[in-house]
């Protein structure tokens, strides 16, 4: 099969190479997916790169552990192993394995869903993990509520466009921050204010909001907590590329503060979780919620892909048609 190999860590139109590789076998408990898409996530910039050094301990200290990297997919199930009873060669499925950007992809069972019946395969392949972080974020660790009053930073990028949506899916009142170019955008997913970040400063602001969801890590916490309610709750998600070093210890600043402050401060530790799926298919087929594609790319363009993404992309998921 056809797949991008990456043996080094480094720049991505360096390191990141088409290549045949053997086809993956699976375990009794495994799904063979014949890869029709998949997406770029906001960390496979600095993650090809190996960086910051600390994420080697787990992806491979010299070179990386997994040769293909890529994460979300959407497919057709090819074969099953003999411990699968929930899925059938030919069924449309979406999800995440290791190894997406391949023809094929031996993927546990319970990291899979039907695909929703409403969307593309390549529209599918962009929701797993984007939307998961973006349910977790709201539903979870934001506890949103019909009525309340949320605000997305990074409303317009590949989370932030499902956060938005996941939230007044709820019955949340939404406003989105992106810059000038995409405010349209965010209000066409629901939101009802958008501030342009280009123009104001949230913080100074006469608005206060019950959740606030940071998906961008630009903001200082004091600034987040003044335009918080007094028992409000602050979402720390991530970073992004090139932010890592001023998004980690404000969240570690967060944890420590939150349990002496009336607001709750959380950062949100991701968890794959296969219910996710179901939820989020449900939202998507009830029309709640529908991914944004901004960028199609073909499999040998994985590199440019990436490079189109990493620089503060603030547009949705850019997609992989394998």
Known sequence: MRAIVQSAYGPPD?????????????DPDQVLVQVHATAVAGDDSHLVR?????????????????RVPGRDLAGRVEAVGAAVTDLHPGDEVFGWCRGAFAEHAAVPVGQLAAKPANLTLEQAAVVPTSGS??????RDVGRTRPGQHVLVIGASG????????????????????????????????????????????????????????????????????RALRP??????VGGGPGRWCRACPRSVGA???????????????????PMDL??????????????????????????D??????????????????
């Open 50 to 66: 190996g960086w910051p050094y600390s994420a080697r301990a787990a992806t491979g200290l010299r070179r990386p552990r997994h």
């Open 14 to 26: 360096q390191v990141l190479e088409l290549r045949r590789i053997e086809t993956p076998t699976i």
């Open 278 to 303: 179901e939820t989020l298919t449900q939202l998507i087929e009830a029309g709640a919620v529908t991914p944004v594609v901004s960028a199609h790319y073909p499999l040998a363009e994985v590199p």
């Open 255 to 273: 944890r420590a503060l939150s349990p002496f402050v009336r607001q709750r401060l959380h950062p949100l530790g991701h968890r794959d979780l």
């Open 158 to 225: 590949g989370v932030g466009t499902f956060a938005v949506q996941v939230a007044r899916a709820f019955g949340a009142v939404v406003t989105g921050v992106c810059s000038t170019t995409n405010t349209d955008l965010v209000r066409s997913l629901g939101a009802a204010h958008v501030i342009d970040y280009t123009l104001d400063d949230l913080s100074t602001g006469a608005r206060r909001y019950d959740v606030i969801v940071d998906l961008v890590g630009d903001h200082p916490l004091a600034d987040l907590r």
């Open 231 to 236: 028992r409000g709750t602050l979402v720390l």
């Open 305 to 322: 892909a990436i490079h189109h993404f990493a620089p503060r992309h603030g547009r949705g998921k850019v997609a992989i048609t394998v």
């Open 133 to 138: 972080v973006a349910l977790q974020a709201v």
